[in-house]
């Protein structure tokens, strides 16, 4: 018999909230909020707190408010269903924008510079929190909901269970941002092609280990080779050993700033980020907060060997073993080239990609609907050790400005609660794979269904997910400086420059804008540049920025798929 709670039991929930609106709550309840964590008893009784909660404010005058976030699947739900079960359920209304990357950075940019917010509500980047946190025009969250906020303040919000919330949390160890949406970026490889044995076979011929998940970045270039230009065709159809992306656009900068320098090695260890020089080669002080610069010549890694070797590879592996389309390729465009059947494995690949790459009827998708490929963890670079970050999760999050008036900013924090709580957040996990929740990931719905994401779900579970994290705090201003990464990658692709004067170029004029912050002061942890002095100063074997290896190509080693599995499994790394 299907359980459908009736408006008569849902009554008894009411007191307060109004018969209509439990009314709405009991059909969203049933339709979409399902499956959830919680029974559909607890899913009615967070909805009447939503509904009272929401009242309080209409009676204040709040009746809409506007939201923003970037063109994700799971915010593509938010907009189109979230916001349309808010509004039904509590008589707000909701204007949840969606719009690219890049232009809400610009809008969040302009809104701290103008002193008034655009939106009521944003879901931003953790990128920024050092940006967040060094301005002082960011609500704190922790703040806010121990004072004016505790009314508005979901009793079932459970913020431990939250699986990025040190991620948002400042140097003063408060909480800015409320993650919405979190996903890695991974290595993704045709795991039926590296079963195949004549494939196996030959390849071990050649290099002398098995084909495997590769573990550095010398085991990964071996493979490409292989793929490109030993194997050449699988089925008919030209075959690739990698794929990425390389136009001049700002999606070129997240290539690097999330962090592919930190993969190569060229950070110091630290989780989740390298203290004292992070994933961009920014240096802070002894307070860990200071940022003192990103040049060798100040103590920074940004044009330290590790970081030109970073970005050698990424344009030698493009030329060489990529589609010749893939560098004039931006990051969406690039995204859905593997699901298409002709590469055979991607160092670089984001998990927001899982749904639109397992979708039936895909060359890479079985004629049972799970994948043909697998996700693992990347490989690193020769300059990377034990303890050091292994890369990149982006952590969408809730943030609200202090510009916003508190009426309606509550009402925005409502609506991030709303769209992150337990009666919906186990549908929206489904719908767009980015899990924020620990009880979700565990939930048996998707340990019934784990083949078909193709080792997502076993990475989530394992301890090895708190090692990819997002940009850290010792980046002063995220909107500033993250445009120089594009444009200074961007000469070196089309080889105006070397990788090095490259990198050079990038890491003096992050020192400019942090010099540029540092006169014009912030409300904390303004950087204080280092002068400049012989960058042998700063170069050593023991720490970063890290002197240049005799060999930074040893030799591969790769890993069996089923191995790493199991080790996650056990609760092992690796």
């Excluded at 939250?162 to 409320?178: N, R, W």
């Excluded at 004292?276 to 330290?304: F, L």
């Excluded at 050698?312 to 560098?327: E, F, G, N």
């Amino acid at each position: 018999m299907k359980l459908k709670m009736t408006v008569l039991a849902a009554a008894m929930l009411v007191s307060g909230a109004s018969m209509a609106d439990m009314t709405a709550a009991e059909k969203w309840v049933n339709k979409e909020f399902q499956p959830s964590t919680l029974d559909k008893k607890q899913q009615l009784q967070e909805m009447k707190w939503f509904i009272e909660a929401a009242d309080k404010l209409k009676k204040k005058g709040i009746k809409e408010i506007s939201v923003v976030s970037e063109t994700l699947d799971t915010h593509v739900y938010e907009s189109k269903t979230l916001a349309k079960a808010f509004e039904e359920i509590t008589g707000i209304k909701v204007n949840h924008e969606v719009i690219q990357e890049g232009d809400l950075v610009e809008k969040m940019q302009t809104s701290l510079q103008s002193g008034k917010s655009i939106y009521d509500g944003w879901i931003n980047d953790s990128d920024l929190i050092g940006t967040h946190y060094r301005y002082g025009q960011t609500v704190v969250l922790s703040d806010y909901m121990a004072g004016v906020g505790k009314e508005y303040t979901n009793p079932g919000l459970d913020l431990k269970d939250f699986i990025g919330t040190s991620f948002t949390t400042a140097p003063d160890g408060k909480m800015y941002q409320l993650p919405d949406q979190q996903f890695a970026n991974l290595y993704w490889f045709r795991a039926d092609w590296f079963a195949r044995k004549d494939l196996q076979a030959k390849f071990k011929a050649k290099y002398g280990y098995e084909l495997g998940v590769p573990q550095n970045w010398s085991a990964y270039e071996d493979i490409a080779e292989f793929f490109t230009n030993d194997v050449k065709e699988i089925d008919g159809k030209k075959v690739f050993g990698h794929m990425d992306y390389g136009k001049k656009d700002p999606s070129l900068g997240w290539r690097f700033t999330d962090a592919w320098l930190s993969m190569a090695g060229a950070a110091d260890k630290g989780i989740p980020n390298g203290l004292p020089v992070d994933e961009w080669g920014i240096r802070v002080a002894a307070d860990k907060c200071t940022p003192v610069g990103a040049s060798v010549s100040r103590g920074g890694a940004t044009n330290s060997p590790a970081a030109v070797y970073a970005l050698t590879k990424y344009i030698d592996w493009m030329k060489k073993y990529a589609p010749p389309t893939a560098m004039g390729m931006t990051f969406g465009e690039a995204g859905p080239v593997p699901g298409q059947g002709q590469i055979a494995q991607q160092i670089f690949w984001y998990s927001a990609f899982t749904a639109g790459a397992s979708k039936p009827g895909l060359p890479a998708v079985n004629a049972d609907g799970k994948p043909k490929w697998r996700m693992a963890p990347s490989p690193h670079g020769p300059y990377w050790k034990e303890g050091m970050q292994n890369g990149y999760q982006d952590v969408g999050s809730w943030t609200y400005l202090k510009s916003t008036p508190v009426d309606r900013m509550s009402a925005a924090w409502l609506y991030g609660q709303f769209v992150t709580s337990k009666t919906v957040s186990l549908k929206k996990s489904i719908v767009g794979l980015t899990f924020i929740r620990d009880s979700d990931i565990r939930n048996e719905y998707f340990t019934k269904n784990a083949e078909k994401y193709g080792g997502l779900i076993e990475f989530y579970r394992s301890p090895a997910r708190v090692a990819w994290t997002p940009t850290g705090t010792n980046v002063a201003d995220y909107p500033k400086m993250a445009q120089l990464w594009w444009k200074n990658v961007a000469i070196a692709v089309t080889g105006e420059k070397t990788p090095q004067g490259a990198m050079d170029n990038l890491a003096e004029e992050m020192d400019q804008i942090m010099s540029r912050l540092e006169r014009a002061g912030m409300k904390a942890c303004a950087p204080k540049l280092n002068p400049k002095v012989d960058p042998s100063k700063y170069l050593s074997d023991t720490a970063a920025p890290w002197k240049k290896l005799a060999n930074e190509k040893p030799k591969g080693e790769t890993i069996a798929y089923d191995k790493l599995l199991q080790a996650w499994k056990e609760g092992r790394v690796k």
